[in-house]
């Protein structure tokens, strides 16, 4: 089967909604025998391909060819090829042609706000009353974190591998991140037939909380909140350690009424944090325990590689 020519008859071009461009060309095609097939036609190198740049617009990528015999000619096919740009997504057609797990995973982002309880405002402002008492509970002033979704196709499901991650902190540097800053919100698997085949779409759900140093409001040191792993819990409780002054120490109630039943600020050594009789100011900052609340597992693992251009959280 040889190819005696391939003509253009026609071709048209314009504007579409959401600025997309939009590219149509006709060819006629003729061949030295009936037996041609249409994959022949479409393959024989003289006609535009799936996925390619049109002449005039190298964003326009040919997302059709479709190829029809001619109903009074068997020896003559008719081609018709469009080209689009979509210049709100710039999705490349050629992708959907590539076996499923090397296409480009997608990655989408959005910011949400995380609580984060501290003792003092944005602008270092310790939170206390008129009367100089810490508020209880200690109010959230939130940071900004970054919940990042990636979608990509995968050939297996291995869903005891994946639990490992379930919940989970990142143990290594990850996006930019350092460890316990990531935690892994869910990884939802679907499975979908294409290429004739069965492929799962695995969807990685992934929450950035940055770790950030505060200052404490007494004497100005600092300590680092936020992050999942470890997490922090402010040192306080219903009751504190009192020494009688010859070294012997029992746990009680604070003599102060003001805390019956509420939650007294402790020193690290759990004693009450004691105020100054005549100014009411507390001695000594308040104090976040450390606590390992989640697994960890290493990210790079799991090999979730950004598109070019992306910069980590």
């Known amino acids: 089967m040889n190819i005696i020519y391939v003509r253009r008859v026609d071709e048209a071009g314009g504007f579409a909604e959401h600025g997309k461009n939009q590219f149509q060309s006709h060819f006629v095609v003729k061949t030295d025998s009936v037996a041609c097939t249409r994959s022949q036609i479409l393959l024989c190198g003289l006609l535009p391909v799936y996925g390619g740049p049109h002449p005039e617009n190298t964003l326009a990528r040919c997302c059709k060819v479709d190829a029809q ?12 090829v469009e080209w689009n740009t979509d210049m709100l997504s710039r999705r490349d057609p050629a992708d959907d042609q590539k076996q499923p797990d090397l296409r480009r995973a997608k990655w ?8 984060l309880s501290r003792f003092t405002d944005l602008k270092g402002v310790t ?3 008129k009367a100089g008492n810490l508020f209880d509970p200690v109010p959230d002033v939130p940071i ?5 979704t990636i979608r990509r196709y995968e050939a297996s499901c291995d869903r005891a591998w994946q639990r490992t991650f379930a919940n989970t902190a ?3 540097a990850w996006m930019g991140n350092e460890a316990g800053e990531a935690l892994m919100l869910d990884i939802k698997v679907d499975e979908e037939y294409t290429q004739g085949a069965y492929w799962f779409v695995t969807v990685y759900e992934i929450l950035i909380k940055p770790k950030i140093k505060v200052t ?3 004497k100005g040191k600092s300590q680092t909140l936020g992050g999942w792993d470890p997490e922090y819990v402010l040192n306080a409780g219903p009751k504190c350690l009192v020494g009688d002054g ?3 120490v029992t746990l009680k109630t604070p003599n102060d009424d ?4 509420r939650p007294v600020l402790l020193t690290q050594s759990g004693f009450q944090i004691e105020r100054d009789k005549t100014t009411g100011a507390y001695k000594d900052d308040p104090y976040f325990l450390e606590f390992t609340l989640k697994n960890t597992a290493a990210f790079s693992d799991l090999d979730l590689i950004p598109p070019s251009g992306w910069i980590g959280a």
Do not use: C, E, K
Request: net charge negative.
């Open 69 to 80: 015999r001619h109903r009074d000619n068997p020896l003559l096919w008719n081609v018709t």
């Open 108 to 115: 989408s982002a959005n910011f949400v706000n995380l609580p």
């Open 127 to 129: 939170l206390m009353d």
């Open 144 to 148: 900004v974190g970054d919940q990042i």
């Open 170 to 172: 990142n143990s290594d």
């Open 216 to 218: 404490l409001p007494i």
């Open 246 to 248: 010859v070294g012997n």
């Open 258 to 261: 003001f805390y019956d039943g």
